[in-house]
């Protein structure tokens, strides 16, 4: 008999009395033990393709915190670097990526052969599906075309997005061209990922905020219901969740239209808008600001209680609008799991 | 007689048959005129506080296009320098600001004399309003509470916001002590651009998209509106215009209880969302994508004329849905100003 996941009744739409919980980078710099394993793994890249390394420290938060889900660790440029592009990633800095120009640098990049290049990624997934407790759901993940994208253009992190936008104004069918070989490489990955072990996948358009409201749609939403879609037709049953940060108002597309039975919330979204303009249709995740989690004390816990009386009554999973900052400290999560939970004095 | 000014005639909610235009940022790197002026000015704030040359750079792109409005060429951190903060402006890297760290750092700022240190900046608008045309609007503004305390407590630019946000949550009263300073330095800021000649003020909340949904009333809104107020009850008839910029479902409450004329609306609001959700008193603003404006051409043209449309019958001042970006032809500026008036081919 399989145990009934917390994480997947609530993706089935179920209310629960207390929202299961994880936390976008739940694994990462804020733990010591995950700095540890950091240290003696070479490059941030050869971290993400070590499978036990990998998911030693994806274990390390459940292990701590008996959060309801791990997500994999990885990182969504994998898929770029599976494509034959160049990326690495400078310590301080961020990724680097050598951008691609025109239209030839997108025909060169390679769908084919991409799943093979990720074959540590899916022995990760392997390895955590034995390793982890049997209540605990699996999430697999990758990023959103457009957010993808955009580091291949920028070369790397942006301020005003110009060299992505600046592409997609000019040459909408070439930079459909780069959105659909992400779409399809993407697909292969995910599909793999679940073949793996991932019983729910989670993509992330981190920068859709770039986006203005009369090309969102075309290129975040469209390419990310497509990658759930082909997900679902594979693999009927898996839910997917998508985190388009930052669109504001879109939301209530991306709740309508997304093909998603998730949908991850920033902080700037008030809960109860979001309780009464969603469609009840879909499972809202979030949505407590990161920096409550490095500040902690009465405020963390106000708003913690609030977003969760808020959503009371429809389906929810407790998590960050954001990713953990590494200088959280591990306390603050210990504390939030427990009130969350409604375990704390 | 005055000429009656299209501008002013739609913030008080004129709905006219082109809407007004001017674009933030307008005077700038874009220009060759004004990295001409930037050369010989020294540095960043010596522009700010030469009265003749800053009077300059601000008719510039009035001299080019014919725009509606010329908004005062100045900086929202003249405000902090002002209240006796180190500030900086390094070539390449932006703002430099010796960060607060603790109350009597707060404590210190200086609201008095706060005018007198800005006298070159009024000397500025009395200058402007001798030599602008007079079917021009003379924008003064200021940065919002929120906005420049930001940078006060980061020191600079930030990505997570981690600090002021931090003393926002552990020690909201000292925040507000911080903020009840900013709210009074410029209110009385604003009140002396006024009486030099200012005829339509505007709030910059340019990093109002930091601050979460249960915060943002508090530190974003509440200010801008107590700083309007004050405005008004010195100067009836002044109209505000707030840019709380990315704050998404949230323009509603601004449009509602901001206090405001004219609300700036970012690129990724939906027009059509804001003429049917927005309140109908408030004259919105916005919102074409700064990158359209890089890339040109029919997405542009298209776009341009998509918002025209979907604001026709609403008082609409065209603008940007932030500032234009250096890499900007001049020539596209020309071609939007056309389009925006109906005359070209």
Redesign the interface.
């Known amino acids: 008999m399989t145990v009934d996941k917390t994480l997947l009744r609530a993706l089935r739409g179920e209310a629960l009395p207390r929202p299961p919980i994880w936390l976008m980078r739940q694994a990462g710099r804020y733990l010591p033990e995950y700095r540890a394993v950091r240290q003696e793994a070479g490059s941030f890249l050869d971290l993400c393709f070590s499978p036990e390394l990998a998911a030693e420290v994806t274990l390390q938060p459940i292990r701590r915190y008996g959060f309801d889900a791990a997500i994999l660790f990885s990182d969504i440029l994998v898929v770029p670097h599976a494509m034959g592009q160049s990326v690495r990633f400078e310590e301080g800095v961020g990724p680097r990526l050598e951008p691609l120009k025109e239209r030839r640098d997108i025909d060169a990049l390679q769908v084919e052969g991409v799943v093979e290049r990720l074959a540590p990624v899916m022995e990760t997934l392997r390895l955590l599906r034995r390793g982890l407790p049997q209540e605990v759901t699996l999430i697999g993940f990758a990023g959103a075309p457009w957010t993808v994208a955009s580091y291949m253009v920028e070369g790397g992190s942006s301020r005003?997005?110009?060299l992505v936008?600046?592409w997609a104004?000019?040459d909408?069918e070439g930079f459909q061209a780069l959105i659909d070989r992400l779409v399809a490489a993407t697909v292969a990955y995910l599909d793999a990922q679940v073949v793996a072990g991932a019983e729910v996948i989670q993509l992330f358009d981190s920068w859709a905020?770039a986006?203005?409201?009369?090309i969102?749609e075309r290129w975040s939403l469209r390419p990310m219901r497509a990658i759930a879609e082909a997900i679902k037709a594979r693999h009927p049953g898996i839910p997917v969740i998508l985190f388009p940060r930052?669109?504001?108002?879109?939301?209530e597309d991306f709740a309508r239209a997304g093909g998603a039975e998730g949908l991850s919330l920033d902080?700037?979204?008030?809960?109860a808008?979001a309780k009464e303009i969603l469609s009840p249709q879909v499972t809202v995740q979030g949505?407590l600001?990161?920096?409550?989690l490095?500040?902690g004390?009465e405020?963390?816990r106000a708003?913690a209680r609030?977003i969760c009386a808020a959503l009371e009554g429809r389906p929810h999973i407790f998590n960050l609008?954001h990713g953990i900052?590494p200088?959280t400290p591990p306390d603050h999560v210990a504390e939030l799991v427990s009130i969350v939970r409604g375990a704390e004095a």
Chains 1, 2 share one sequence.
């Open positions: 005003d997005f110009a936008k600046g104004y000019r909408p905020s986006l203005p409201s009369g969102l930052g669109v504001g108002v879109a939301y902080s700037g979204v008030r809960p808008w949505n600001d990161p920096i409550l490095v500040s004390g405020a963390m708003e609030a609008g900052v200088q």
